[in-house]
């Protein structure tokens, strides 16, 4: 399948810039930003493991596991139609079918698409916004990816606690440093253990603008707080 007969109106190819990947993106609704990279740079995928990622957008985050990692199996699941072509397209573009699969569907029903236990790894680059943030329209792709109108934090811990293998699954989320205390608070509650935090600054005197959290489905009572990730140097 070439560029040509891939991309619909409006459509651009983005090359990865790794394992010569490209994914399919269209300005006007949403592209991905440095949060989600970040992100498959704090998940751990372990050799024969399978990984759900939860609102999963055009795919970029399986898509880059899929060559960062060993594992066996990556899925997207994501509810915006649009999105979702985009993403199997461009699984279809890098040839991973065999690696990747992309569910249509809706996050507040996850358990219902697909086993309970069945993943050994979630991840997840929630929208960051309360629903009544600075809301504009709740229909428009950039405000379903940036607001919690299609789903909440509540929605993601609840359904990923469902999914997760016992005892050994994990979950990594990246999100906004504001609403820390909930989301450790929501993780406790459904009983997905912090065990991983790190901050991402844009620059060494600045607060952190991003945080990723690392829990494990039953693990024990014990965080670590890691060095944080400087986005830039100032210049001299």
């Known amino acids: 399948m070439t560029e040509e007969n891939i991309l619909k109106p409006g459509e651009r190819l983005d090359d990865l810039q790794l394992s010569g990947y490209h994914i399919i993106q269209d300005p006007q609704r949403f592209c991905f930003g440095v949060d989600a990279v970040l992100l498959t740079d704090f998940a751990k995928v372990k050799p024969g493991e399978r990984l759900l990622d939860l609102g999963t957008g055009t795919g970029v985050i399986p898509i880059l596991l899929s060559a ?94 469902k999914l997760l293998k016992e005892s050994k699954g994990r979950f990594y989320m990246i999100h906004k440093p504001f609403r820390l205390a909930e989301i450790l608070s929501k993780m406790c509650q459904y009983k997905i253990e912090p065990k991983r935090i790190r901050f991402v600054h844009p620059y060494i005197d600045k607060e952190p603008t991003m945080v990723m959290i690392e829990g494990l489905k039953g693990g024990k009572s014990r965080v670590t707080v890691e060095p944080p990730i400087i986005m830039y140097e100032r210049e001299r």
Request: contains cysteine; negative net charge; aromatic residues 6%.
């Open 68 to 161: 960062k990692t060993k594992g066996s199996g990556f899925t997207g699941l994501e509810i915006q139609p649009e999105s979702a072509d985009m993403a199997r397209r461009s699984v279809s573009y890098n040839h991973l079918e065999e690696k990747v699969e992309i569910v249509t569907g809706d996050i507040k029903e996850a358990a219902d698409l697909f086993d309970a236990a069945s993943f050994d790894v979630i991840t997840t680059n929630p929208p960051y916004m309360l629903n009544h943030h600075g809301l504009q329209n709740d229909g428009d792709a950039r405000t379903i990816a940036r607001h919690e109108v299609l789903c909440t934090l509540d929605d993601i811990l609840r359904e990923s606690a």
